[in-house]
C-alpha cells in the first residue's frame, strides 16, 4: 500500500484527514487542480505550489496519446517530467470512454478509442490502463472503468457496472508497483441501489482507497446529493473517498458534508481561461466594463499572486486586449480561491460548525454542475 490515510476529526460525517503518499502528505479534504496532458494549463509549478495545491491530476489517455508512458518513463516520471516534486494522481482513461462516445468503441474487454489527435487507434483494457499508470508513475492510480451517460437506459447503466467491477479486479491483479496506491471506482448513474451493489463489489476486491465516478454529468445538484450521501457512508471509513470530476463550490460543500474527501475539477483554470473568476460571494465576469476603473484586486481579501500584485481594471484590460497575461493571472486566482476554500471547510470540521459555510461563501448556492469537467 503506498499511502497512508488518517482521520484527525470528524463532525457529523465530514472528516478531517491526512493523506501521506511516497512524494508527500495532504490535508484532505482535498482539491487537485487538473494537469492533463501533464501540465495544470497556464501556471508554472512554482506558481501552483503558491496557490496552495498538495496533489495534482493527471490523465492516462491524453498522456499515452501524447508523448506516451514510454517516453514519460524515460525522462524520469511523472514527478520528473512535470517539474512537480509532490503527489500525483493519476486517472485511467475511464471518463474518456463517456466523454469521447463518439470516438471510441466498447465491448466487454476493452474500448478502443480513434485519436482526436492524428486518427490513430488507442486501445485500452484493464492491463493497458493499469500498466500505463505504472509507468507514469504517479503515487495514485485508478482502476479502469466505464462511466456510463446520463441519462442511460437502465440496461447500459447496469453494463457499464458488470465492466467496471470485473474490471476494477483484472486492475487489481495486473497492478506491479506496490508504492503506487490503487483506487477503485463506483459507478451506477443515478440509481441507488446499483450504486450500492457496485460499492459492496468494489470493496471485496479491495483498494487502498475508493472512488465515486459519474456524476458531474449532467444531472441535478439535488439527484447528485441524493445518490452521494448513501454511497458515501456506504465507503470504508479508514480509506479516502473520492468523488471525481466535481468541482463547483456548492457541490463540494455538500460532498464534504457527506464524508469525501477529495475532489478535482477543471473548473479554475478553464473558467480562468474564459474570464471567469470565482469568489466567496459569486463569479465575475472578467471582461465586464463595470470592472474598467476598478483599483481593487480580484477579490478583497484574496492573497494570491494575481490579487497581490494587479487590479481588477488591468486583469480586464488584459482580456480585453487578449494578453495571455490575463488568463495565467485569472487561472491563479482561481485556484488560490479553491484552496481557500478546503482550507476554511477543513478548519471549519474542526470546529464542527460547517453549517457557516453558505454565510461566509454565497457561491455554494450557485450548485449548477457544468456539463463535463475534465480536460
Known amino acids: 500500500m503506498g499511502i497512508a490515510f488518517e482521520i484527525l476529526h470528524t463532525?457529523?460525517?465530514?472528516?478531517?484527514?491526512?493523506?501521506?503518499?511516497?512524494?508527500g502528505e495532504v490535508d484532505t479534504p482535498a482539491f487537485m487542480p487538473v494537469g492533463t496532458v501533464g501540465s495544470v494549463k497556464g501556471v508554472t509549478p512554482h506558481h501552483l505550489a503558491e496557490t496552495g495545491a498538495g496533489i495534482i491530476l493527471a490523465n492516462t489517455y491524453h498522456l499515452q496519446l501524447r508523448p506516451g508512458a514510454e517516453v514519460v518513463e524515460s525522462?524520469?516520471?511523472?514527478?520528473?517530467?512535470?517539474?512537480?516534486?509532490?503527489?500525483?494522481?493519476?486517472?485511467?482513461?475511464?471518463?474518456q470512454?463517456?466523454?469521447?462516445?463518439?470516438?471510441?468503441?466498447?465491448?466487454?474487454?476493452?474500448?478502443?478509442?480513434?485519436?482526436?489527435v492524428d486518427g490513430a487507434l488507442l486501445h485500452l483494457d484493464p492491463v493497458s490502463a493499469t500498466r500505463i499508470q505504472n509507468q507514469l508513475g504517479a503515487d495514485i492510480i485508478m482502476?479502469?472503468?466505464?462511466?456510463?451517460?446520463?441519462?442511460?437506459?437502465?440496461?447500459?447503466?447496469?453494463?457499464?457496472?458488470?465492466?467496471?467491477?470485473?474490471?476494477?479486479?483484472?486492475?487489481?491483479?495486473?497492478h506491479a508497483r506496490p508504492e503506487q496506491a490503487?483506487?477503485?471506482?463506483?459507478?451506477?448513474?443515478?440509481?441507488?441501489?446499483?450504486?450500492?451493489?457496485?460499492?459492496?463489489?468494489?470493496?471485496?476486491?479491495?483498494?487502498?482507497?475508493?472512488?465515486?465516478?459519474?456524476?458531474?454529468?449532467?444531472?441535478?445538484?439535488?439527484?447528485?446529493?441524493?445518490?452521494?450521501?448513501?454511497?458515501a457512508a456506504f465507503l470504508p471509513a479508514d480509506r479516502p473517498r473520492y468523488l471525481m470530476g466535481v468541482g463547483m463550490p456548492g457541490d463540494i460543500y455538500e460532498a464534504v458534508k457527506a464524508g469525501v474527501?477529495?475532489?478535482?475539477?477543471?473548473?479554475?483554470?478553464?473558467?480562468?481561461?474564459?474570464?471567469?473568476?470565482?469568489?466567496?460571494?459569486?463569479?465575475?465576469?472578467?471582461?465586464?466594463?463595470?470592472?474598467?476603473?476598478?483599483?481593487?484586486?480580484i477579490e478583497a481579501d484574496c492573497d494570491c499572486y494575481a490579487c497581490r500584485r494587479f487590479?481588477?481594471?488591468y486583469v480586464r484590460h488584459l482580456f480585453v486586449t487578449r494578453e495571455m497575461?490575463?488568463?495565467?493571472?485569472?487561472?491563479?486566482?482561481?485556484?488560490?480561491?479553491?484552496?481557500?476554500?478546503m482550507a476554511r471547510l477543513r478548519e471549519l470540521i474542526r470546529q464542527g460548525r460547517l453549517d457557516i459555510i453558505p454565510e461566509e461563501y454565497p457561491i455554494v448556492r450557485e450548485t449548477l454542475t457544468p456539463e463535463g469537467c475534465d480536460t
Not at 524520469?76 to 509532490?86: A, C, D, I, K, Q
Not at 470512454?97 to 482526436?116: G, M, P
Open 75 to 95: 525522462l524520469g516520471g511523472l514527478h520528473r517530467f512535470m517539474g512537480w516534486p509532490g503527489p500525483i494522481l493519476t486517472d485511467s482513461g475511464g471518463y
Open 182 to 231: 490503487m483506487f477503485g471506482i463506483v459507478q451506477g448513474g443515478l440509481d441507488v441501489e446499483l450504486r450500492l451493489h457496485c460499492a459492496a463489489r468494489i470493496i471485496d476486491i479491495g483498494f487502498d482507497g475508493y472512488a465515486i465516478g459519474g456524476l458531474s454529468v449532467g444531472e441535478t445538484h439535488a439527484e447528485m446529493v441524493e445518490v452521494l450521501k448513501p454511497v
Open 311 to 313: 487590479s481588477l481594471g
Open 143 to 174: 482502476a479502469f472503468d466505464q462511466c456510463p451517460p446520463l441519462p442511460g437506459t437502465p440496461e447500459l447503466v447496469r453494463t457499464a457496472v458488470d465492466r467496471t467491477i470485473r474490471w476494477a479486479a483484472e486492475c487489481r491483479r495486473v
Open 325 to 341: 497575461l490575463g488568463p495565467i493571472l485569472a487561472s491563479i486566482h482561481n485556484l488560490r480561491f479553491f484552496q481557500r476554500f
Open 97 to 116: 470512454v463517456f466523454s469521447l462516445a463518439q470516438i471510441n468503441k466498447i465491448t466487454d474487454e476493452s474500448v478502443t478509442f480513434r485519436s482526436h
Open 11 to 23: 463532525a457529523g460525517e465530514s472528516r478531517l484527514g491526512r493523506l501521506r503518499t511516497p512524494h
Open 261 to 297: 474527501d477529495m475532489f478535482d475539477c477543471v473548473l479554475p483554470t478553464r473558467n480562468g481561461r474564459n474570464a471567469e473568476a470565482f469568489t466567496a460571494r459569486g463569479t465575475l465576469k472578467l471582461r465586464n466594463e463595470q470592472h474598467r476603473l476598478a483599483t481593487g484586486p
